[in-house]
């Protein structure tokens, strides 16, 4: 059933981001913005039996905020700190819920504004805090990893000020060992997919 509703909610973002739409000047502008919705985690692995075993994650929340600030007409810098949790199905390991907060940096190119509708695609770096839940015992130590994410959104304007958004935004980095005693026991995988919905308030 949440895959579903992930799946309609992605559909509703691309079919958002199809439209023909764009940005007023937002040189020099702040805005802040704050956004709930789905990630879909990539699984990880752990060390057993002499071999890799698979731990297999569930769509999960995530959630979270930043400001945007404009540096040129259509082009604009993004601080967003968000943080998600989801399941796995690591419970013969001691392994429980999975959690990654993501510090990203990015930029942002808006289009042109039409129909009180502004999208726009952007990448930066991410700065991924790794964590697992232990089923028994104390939680597994977790590296963090940098990694770089691909983005795309449209933000509606219901006034100059505030717009409601949708977006969608793609992360990629490499596995962070997961210790337990400072014994290596797994892989962790912070790539993941996300898409999120919200609100920016631009400061004028």
């Known amino acids: 059933m949440r895959k579903t509703l992930v799946v309609?909610?992605?559909a509703v973002a691309l079919s958002l981001l199809a439209t023909v739409a764009g940005?007023?000047?937002i040189k020099g502008k702040v805005g802040v913005t704050g956004r709930i919705g789905f990630i879909v985690p990539t699984d990880s692995e752990v060390i057993a039996g002499g071999g890799l075993a698979?731990?297999?994650t569930d769509v999960g929340f995530t959630g979270g905020g930043g400001f945007i600030y404009g540096i040129e007409k259509y082009l604009a810098a993004e601080l967003e700190v968000t943080h998600s949790s989801?399941?796995?199905?690591?419970?013969?390991?001691?392994?429980?819920?999975?959690?990654?907060?993501?510090?990203?940096?990015?930029?942002?190119?808006?289009?042109?504004?039409?129909?009180?509708?502004?999208?726009y695609v952007g990448a930066g770096l991410d700065v991924l805090i790794n964590g697992l839940d232990a089923t028994t015992g104390s939680n597994p130590d977790v590296d963090t990893v940098a990694g770089v994410h691909a983005r795309g959104g449209i933000d509606y304007f219901l006034t100059k000020e505030f717009a409601l958004n949708a977006d969608a935004k793609a992360v990629l980095a490499p596995t962070a060992d997961i210790k337990v005693?400072?014994?290596?026991?797994?892989?962790?995988?912070?790539t993941n997919f996300s898409t999120l919905f919200g609100v920016r308030f631009f400061f004028y």
């Open 86 to 119: 989801f399941g796995t199905n690591g419970g013969r390991f001691g392994i429980g819920d999975g959690n990654i907060t993501d510090i990203s940096f990015g930029v942002q190119y808006r289009f042109p504004e039409r129909n009180s509708l502004t999208p």
């Open 54 to 56: 698979n731990i297999s």
């Open 23 to 25: 940005a007023e000047n």
């Open 181 to 190: 005693l400072g014994s290596k026991v797994g892989n962790f995988d912070a």
């Open 8 to 10: 309609v909610c992605m």
